[in-house]
């Protein structure tokens, strides 16, 4: 990338947010540009199998999903760059984007670089995941129908998890590291009185069982306060730990709340800086959906276009 090149509308996020936003942006002739970032086509490229998205009534493969998608952006005319976007000056016009490959320019931003779930750091537990091991029970509770799962955390979205998992699991068992959830009253109520739901207080998760086998089998945990080891038997792990915007590289340029997720103004997706755009998980900490994703990312392409039309206006 010898030259700046300068793009109408330049999407950064690969995911089911940038895709369709890459979709609408290229079929309205504005030639989008998509970075890819370091995990292209997001969250979904992990997921083994996708039973929720419209559209696919027997199922469809992660993965798949996303190629489509790709494929579907590239047949209107959307540029892709495989590449990670290291910082954005949004104090000039156009704005400036630096990647490890070089600069660009950027009349409009979409910022569609989704949110990581907040994982133990357990190789068993990268091992497993989409073998039992997930971080989403309404994207993977389906599959867990009669079976014993554990769920670990201790707020309201682990609490939110456990209840949802109930309409499935047999058993549900929260794994806590304190003697007290962090949930909200109503949250840590609605819970205790299900009688599905069980707690394991103090301890945390060492391992997940059993790699071996390709496959969750149980996990062994280990008291916090006593040192004591067991291995509590269950078909499925929930990781309900939080997640984490990747928007670190808008912080203090764009308006986000107190956890770095961005906030849109109304029911737009407008950010605080005029021209940039936030669709999907950036900017969702309720839902974190594909299809809510990628009805954002249809809607900021829609915000992305009609800002361009009152540009050009402006200036005749």
């Not at 058993?171 to 962090?182: A, E, F, G, M, N």
């Not at 069982?209 to 945990?221: F, Q, S």
């Not at 998980?281 to 959906?289: E, F, G, K, L, S």
Request: glycine share 10%; hydrophobic share 40%; aromatic share 8%.
């Amino acid at each position: 990338m010898a030259e700046e090149k300068r793009y109408k509308v330049v999407i950064i996020g690969s995911g089911p947010a940038g895709l369709t936003a890459a979709i609408y942006a290229a079929r309205a002739m504005l030639k989008p540009l998509v970075i890819e970032g370091t995990q292209p086509g997001g969250q979904l490229m992990i997921t083994s199998e996708v039973e929720n998205f419209p559209g696919f009534p027997d199922g469809i493969d992660g993965p798949k999903l996303m190629q489509d998608m790709r494929r579907q952006a590239e047949k209107f005319g959307t540029e892709f760059l495989m590449d990670v976007v290291e910082d954005v000056d949004v104090s000039v016009r156009p704005f400036r984007i630096k990647m490890s490959g070089g600069e660009i320019l950027a009349d409009t931003i979409i910022v569609a670089s989704g949110a990581s779930a907040n994982w133990l750091g357990l190789e068993s537990e990268k091992q497993l995941q989409g073998r039992g091991v997930s971080a989403c029970a309404t994207c993977d509770g389906f599959f867990f129908q009669g079976k014993e799962v554990v769920v670990i955390g201790g707020g309201d979205s682990a609490m939110e998890e456990a209840l949802f998992l109930t309409k499935f699991a047999s058993k549900v068992t929260v794994i806590h590291r304190r003697d007290q959830l962090r949930a909200s009253r109503i949250m840590q109520e609605k819970a205790f009185a299900n009688p599905k739901i069980d707690f394991i207080w103090n301890s945390v998760v060492e391992e997940i069982l059993d790699v071996a086998k390709n496959e969750v089998t149980g996990v062994r945990i280990r008291n916090v306060k006593t040192g004591e080891t067991s291995v509590i038997p269950c078909q499925g792990v929930f990781l309900a730990i939080g997640h984490t915007p990747n928007t670190q590289i808008f912080k203090g340029k764009l308006k986000m709340d107190e956890k770095g997720y961005i906030i849109t103004e109304g029911k737009s997706t407008r950010t605080s800086v005029p021209g940039i755009f936030a669709a999907g998980d950036v900017q969702d900490p309720t839902y974190r959906q594909a299809i809510t994703a990628a009805g954002t990312g249809c809607m900021a392409a829609i915000d992305a276009e009609r800002f361009l039309e009152e540009q050009a206006f402006a200036r005749k």
